[in-house]
């Protein structure tokens, strides 16, 4: 499996372990300038937004994963990889547990640890962070962001765009809007309209 990271830095830096440990060869990355700081001593392939770069990718013939985990930036790079005709790799750590009758779509990255259970459906560019847990029949949007040990207990669903933070838990059957944001250790007991914000325990609006 050939594959080509898209970003460089941070969350970036995880995928990267990700494709090492699955045994991927991965030939290079793509950002906007040459990273300072290379630590798995990749090739700089250039901006894919360049006519030239994107040539290169096609003829590489591998496959691309966005390594970005702010959701709207991963949105926009992994759709314009779509609209060019390239492939979306999913990557799943050796270490996660993912059921046999989870669905998940192209461009995902499942972490270290993480879980997700039977009837799950995760959709295009999710992120499902170190040691997230989704449990069963959850319904995941495209370019959500479940962040390390956050747990979405069952029937939950979180549509696209939202970012649930880390160590937060949202209780089953809770319906979480689009492009809202869970903060960090909330526990989320109702329902979540669009593009608020909720945090504490139990969680209430601030915005």
Same mark, same amino acid.
């Given at each position: 499996?050939?594959?080509?990271?898209?970003?460089?830095?941070?969350?970036?830096?995880?995928?990267?372990? =990700?494709?090492?440990?699955?045994?991927?060869?991965?030939?290079?990355?793509?950002?906007?300038?040459?990273?300072? #700081?290379? &630590? #798995?001593?990749?090739?700089?392939?250039?901006?894919?937004?360049?006519? @030239?770069?994107?040539?290169?990718?096609?003829?590489?013939?591998?496959?691309?994963?966005?390594?970005?985990?702010?959701?709207?930036?991963?949105?926009?790079?992994?759709?314009?990889?779509?609209?060019?005709?390239?492939?979306? =790799?999913?990557?799943?750590? &050796?270490? +996660?547990?993912?059921?046999?009758?989870?669905?998940?779509?192209?461009?995902?990255?499942?972490?270290?640890?993480?879980?997700?259970? &039977?009837?799950?459906?995760?959709?295009?560019?999710?992120?499902?962070?170190?040691?997230?847990?989704?449990?069963?029949?959850?319904?995941?949007?495209?370019?959500?962001?479940?962040? &390390?040990?956050?747990?979405?207990?069952?029937?939950?669903?979180?549509?696209?765009?939202?970012?649930?933070?880390?160590?937060?838990?949202?209780?089953?059957?809770?319906?979480?809007?689009? @492009? =809202?944001?869970?903060?960090?250790? +909330?526990?989320?007991? @109702?329902?979540?309209? =669009?593009?608020?914000?909720?945090?504490?325990?139990?969680?209430?609006?601030?915005?």
């Amino acid at each position: 499996m050939r594959i080509i990271l898209l970003g460089y830095s941070g969350h970036a830096y995880v995928v990267a372990d =990700a494709i090492k440990r699955v045994g991927g060869d991965l030939i290079g990355y793509c950002d906007r300038a040459e990273a300072k #700081f290379n &630590p #798995f001593n990749l090739k700089y392939l250039g901006d894919e937004k360049d006519e @030239n770069t994107l040539t290169e990718i096609k003829s590489s013939g591998a496959s691309c994963i966005v390594g970005v985990g702010d959701n709207d930036i991963r949105k926009r790079i992994t759709e314009h990889l779509i609209g060019r005709g390239l492939h979306n =790799a999913l990557i799943i750590h &050796p270490t +996660a547990i993912v059921s046999d009758y989870a669905t998940i779509g192209k461009g995902c990255f499942i972490s270290a640890g993480a879980m997700v259970n &039977p009837l799950a459906s995760i959709g295009k560019g999710v992120i499902i962070n170190t040691g997230a847990v989704v449990e069963h029949e959850c319904q995941i949007g495209d370019y959500a962001h479940i962040a &390390p040990g956050a747990v979405l207990t069952g029937n939950v669903k979180v549509l696209e765009g939202c970012f649930v933070g880390a160590n937060a838990v949202v209780k089953q059957g809770i319906k979480v809007g689009e @492009n =809202a944001i869970i903060g960090a250790g +909330a526990v989320v007991i @109702n329902d979540v309209a =669009a593009n608020q914000i909720w945090v504490g325990n139990p969680a209430k609006q601030i915005r």
